[in-house]
Structures are given as C-alpha cells and as structure tokens.
C-alpha cells in the first residue's frame, strides 16, 4: 500500500493513520511510508552537485599540466574530464527535478488525504472545534509548505555531500585552506540559525491572521442575501478590510524576516569565499600552492556559496514546513463527536423504532411522528436523537430496541439520517448533488424531486438536472436551497428519517403539498418531523409536544396524542 500512496486512485481511507504527536514527528512520518522518492532525490541531487564541485579542481589540475610544459595529452585529459563531469551534472539534474517533485507530490498528496479523511471523521463536529478558514488554509497554505520542504531536501543533502567532498579535497592540497573551509562553511549556516526562530513566530502570526480572513471572507459570501436585506454590507466590508490589512502587515513582517535571512544567505559564504581567496592568494605568493592550485581554490570557494544558499533556502522552508505541519496536527488530533464503541451492538432488520425514555419521546416503527419544542431547543433534540457512538449518544435514546451511544457509527449513518437547517448544497450538477455519491434511478430522483416540491426549482435552472450549482447554493433562494436539501434526504431513503423545520422557508401552499408527498412517499418508514407546523401535525400518525426545558440536553417530558 505504501508503495501506491502517490497514485490518485488510492483512497484516504487506505493511507495510514498519521503520527501526529507534533510538527517533526507528522513530517518523519511522510518520509517513513514512502522514502524512495526522497531517498532517490538525495542520491541524484549529489550526484548533480559534486560535479560543479569538482569542475574547479579539474580545471586547476589543466592549469598546472599545461604550465609544466608536459605536453597536450595532459591538458586533453583533463578536458574531457571537465566535459564528463558537466554531461554527467545534465543528466543527474534532469532527474533530480523528477524526483524532488515526485517527493513534493507525494507530501501534497498524503497530506491532502488525510487532513480529508479527519475532515470526513469528525463531519458536522468540526464547526464546534475549528474556524473554517483554518481548515481552508490548510489544505492550500499548509499542504504547499509541507510539499515545498521536500521538494528541497534532496539539493539539500546533495549540497552537504559536495561541501564534504570540497573541504576534503581543499585539505589533502593546504590543510590550512582546507580548515578554513571547514570551519567557515558550518558558521556560515549556523549564523543563519538566530534569524529562524523570529521567521517561524512570525509566519504563525501571518498564518492565525489569514485563517480568520478566511473565514469572514466565507462568512459573508454565505450571508450575502442577509447583509443585503439588512443594510450590512457597508459594515462588515469594513470589517473585512481591516483583518485584511492585519494580514497585509503580518506578511510584511515574516517577508521582511525572510528577506533578512536571503541576505545572510548571500553575505555570509560571501565573507567565507573572499577569507579563503584571500588566504589562498598569499600561499600562492610565497609558493605553498601552485597557480593551478589557486584557480582550485577560488572556484571552490566560489561553488561553496551554492551549498550554503541551498542550505539557507531548505533552513527557511523547513521551518515553514514546521509551522506548517503542527497546524495540521493540531486538525488531525481534534477528536470526533462520535466514536467507536468497544463492542458495537447491531441494529435489527426492518423498520426501526426510534424512542427516547428519558423525554419520552416513542416513534412508532414505520410510522410519521411529529414532535413540537420550544424553537431553541429543535437542534440540541434532533443531535440528541440522531447521534451514535460511545461517548456521543444518550443512553436513553433507543433504535430498534439499541442503545445509541452502543451503535457502530458506520452502520447507523447507513440507517438514520438527520436532515437540518445547518445542512449545505456543494458545488457540482444537481444530478450529483442529490445522487450524493449514490446511483438512484431517474425515478426515484423523480420522486423525490415531486415530494419536496423541487421539480419546478430543477425545470427553471438552465440544464436541469445537469445545471451546475455554486457552493452553498447561493444562486438560490432560501425556500428553493431548501426545497432541494429535502429531496436528497428524500433520495438517500433511510429506514429511518430526522427532518428538523423541513418546511420553514416555503409559504403555506407550497408546505401544504410538501406534507402530503413526503407522508405518502414515507409510508412504512419511520419518519420523525421536528416542527411546530399545524400542517405537519395534522398529517401526522403520532405528535409529541414538550413544553419546558430540561437542565442538561433537551426539552423535558411530553405528552402524546396518537392518531
């Protein structure tokens, strides 16, 4: 499997689970379940860089061969060395480029999926527990910084091998140049380390400030429609102005610290060439090297400043990288609303009864149960009634005769469905949309559309069921966004269906219709509508009413009227 992590086709739910103790351990991680692509991209990235390494000594070696007069077969094999080494620079560096982007791709990709795969696990839970403008910038800032850092490992660790070899060779010639080098190169980079720290604080600034954009940004492109009606565009476009010159003034601030470091990226191996050019020329002068040896020198000492600029440029991006990856554990430790339980009771065939004893809520298998509450209080009883698992539901709410908080997740999202207000319309066709995943024939689509009245809202969008509809659905009015919402509940068909105030955003006509359609299409399933509608009660096979509040999670006893 982790050979195959990079293939498109592979789900995230077959992606290991990601350690997601903290920032290095997630990014030890990545390159544990697939090293090649890095490993491939260090050895080619050597093999890339420790020919421009070597190209001055080659070069001063000529030099030396062709000023002691030795003739030109000296010179001409040296030459072809030079040449050698250039073509075999050409071809590793063609393939380093596929390999750092093949380590970069597979970082985007794993990450991507899993941050998919928490994103679907904690479902409507993750509003509760995150901002979505972090999650949004997750999946783009954060995944491309990630992906960056091991785009640039492999040039990396070539630069280090070639910056050995260099040191190496500068001491078996002058043990003198060659301690130069060795302790110039290695305070060249550590001089950068200081700047780090500051880059890192600084782009988590940047990061929490984009985050909340991001969010209001989402915020008021979804209430557009309100802010209209209610004179609020004005205000809260202000508003969104000033977080986004925080954001403007938070990038200044990480693009002024990262300009810092680019400067001692270039000044500071700049400082290490001119002291071993300088120390080299005056060995040259009273003859410990030669002139052939001095050219060597200086074009190594020159080439050094590669590996230090490489190694600055991988210091930046791996402490982005850093930021970056603690923002996505700190998603992927958010913990689910509901979990697995130990030992997950099955769920009985056939129709299911849904019951709360501690309400006293009972609606009868197959059936149409309409239970009335106080207004603030639907959404707390429609979570309490639908939710599964461990630690999430109530022990007191039964179905088919099981515990809730005893259930398998999987297998009771297979069986019951809430449908709310706070349910959305994706971008796509409106085909795909009500299909949500699943391959319902025309006529049941058709059904579904008649009974939540949506017919007329798919005839008027141009193409139909093959229109393609915004996120959010914000084309559409709030009666006809919601209107479709009904008829993919309708379309999914569970044995049994949760419909909170199905009906508040259509007139009294167009509710009236809805009533007695879904009645009919509902017929031996077991439906439970949340709602203070009379049209709804008066369609209804049994209605609950609760009148006062109960101190911890719902409404408090109710009386029943059955019909």
Same mark, same amino acid.
């Given at each position: 499997m ?42 080619l ?14 070069i ?10 030795? =003739?030109? +077969?000296? %010179? ?6 030079? !040449? /050698?080494? $250039?073509? @075999?620079?050409?071809?590793?560096? *063609? ?49 491309a ?30 043990p003198?140049? =060659?301690? +130069?080098? %060795? ?6 980079? !550590? /001089?950068? $380390?200081? @700047?780090?720290?500051?880059?890192? *604080? ?23 429609r ?5 004179g ?11 977080t ?14 990262e300009a ?84 997950p ?8 009864p ?16 309409v ?12 979570e ?11 022990p ?36 795909q ?66 419909l ?13 219709r ?49 019909r």
């Amino acid at each position: 499997m982790t050979n195959r992590l990079f293939d498109a086709s592979v789900a995230p739910s077959r992606v290991p689970e990601a350690d997601a103790r903290g920032p290095w351990a997630y990014l030890w991680w990545l390159v544990r379940i697939r090293p090649w692509p890095l490993v491939l991209a260090a050895g080619l990235g050597a093999l890339w860089m420790v020919p421009l390494a070597l190209v001055p000594l080659v070069i001063g070696r000529a030099i030396d061969e062709a000023g002691q007069g030795s =003739g030109q +077969a000296g %010179l001409y094999l040296w030459s072809l060395l030079a !040449l /050698g080494l $250039g073509i @075999l620079q050409a071809l590793a560096g *063609a393939g380093l480029i596929q390999a750092a982007v093949g380590a970069e791709a597979h970082a985007l990709s794993v990450t991507h999926r899993v941050l998919m795969r928490q994103v679907v696990r904690l479902g409507a839970g993750l509003r509760g527990q995150a901002r979505s403008g972090d999650v949004a910038a997750s999946a783009a800032a954060d995944v491309a910084s990630i992906g960056n850092a091991f785009e640039v490992l492999g040039r990396t660790i070539g630069a280090a091998v070639a910056a050995v070899l260099v040191a190496v060779a500068l001491t078996a010639t002058s043990p003198l140049l =060659g301690l +130069a080098v %060795l302790i110039g190169v290695p305070a060249a980079v !550590l /001089g950068i $380390g200081p @700047l780090l720290r500051p880059l890192q *604080a600084r782009d988590e600034a940047q990061r929490e400030q984009m985050g909340i954009a991001t969010s209001q940004a989402g915020d008021i492109v979804a209430g557009l429609r309100i802010l209209r009606g209610i004179g609020g565009e004005a205000g809260f476009a202000e508003r969104f102005r000033h977080t986004s010159q925080r954001v403007r003034r938070a990038g200044e601030s990480a693009g002024r610290m990262e300009a810092w470091i680019q400067a001692a990226g270039v000044f500071l191996p700049g400082l290490v060439t001119v002291g071993v050019v300088w120390l080299g020329a005056r060995l040259a002068l009273s003859g410990a090297i030669t002139a052939g040896e001095l050219v060597a020198f200086y074009g190594a000492s020159a080439f050094l400043t590669l590996p230090v600029s490489t190694a600055t440029e991988a210091a930046e991006t791996l402490s982005l990288a850093k930021v970056a990856a603690g923002r996505v554990c700190t998603l992927l430790r958010l913990a689910p609303g509901t979990v697995r339980p130990a030992r997950p009771e099955p769920l009985p065939t056939g129709p299911l009864p849904l019951a709360d004893s501690g309400l006293g809520i009972t609606a009868a298998a197959g059936r149409l149960t309409v239970v009335t509450a106080p207004a603030d209080r639907t959404g707390v009883l429609a979570e309490r009634l639908s939710r599964g698992g461990a630690g999430g539901g109530s022990p007191d709410v039964r179905l088919g005769g099981v515990p809730l908080d005893r259930t398998d997740p999987d297998g009771l999202s297979a069986r019951l469905l809430h449908s709310g207000p706070g349910d959305v319309l994706f971008s796509g066709t409106v085909r795909q949309e009500l299909a949500a995943g699943s391959a319902p024939s025309a006529e049941a689509v058709a059904r579904a559309l008649f009974a939540a009245d949506a017919a007329d809202v798919v005839d008027a969008l141009p193409g139909g069921l093959d229109a393609r509809l915004d996120e959010g659905g914000r084309a559409l009015s709030g009666g006809q966004r919601q209107r479709l919402i009904l008829a993919r509940a309708l379309l999914a068909a569970p044995d049994v269906l949760i419909l909170e105030d199905p009906t508040s955003s259509v007139d009294a006509h167009t509710e009236a219709r809805i009533v007695d359609r879904v009645a009919a299409l509902r017929a031996g399933r077991t439906t439970v509508v949340l709602s203070d509608s009379p049209l709804w009660r008066g369609a209804a096979d049994h209605v609950v009413r609760l009148e006062a509040q109960a101190p911890s999670d719902g409404p408090d006893r109710s009386s029943g009227v059955s019909r």
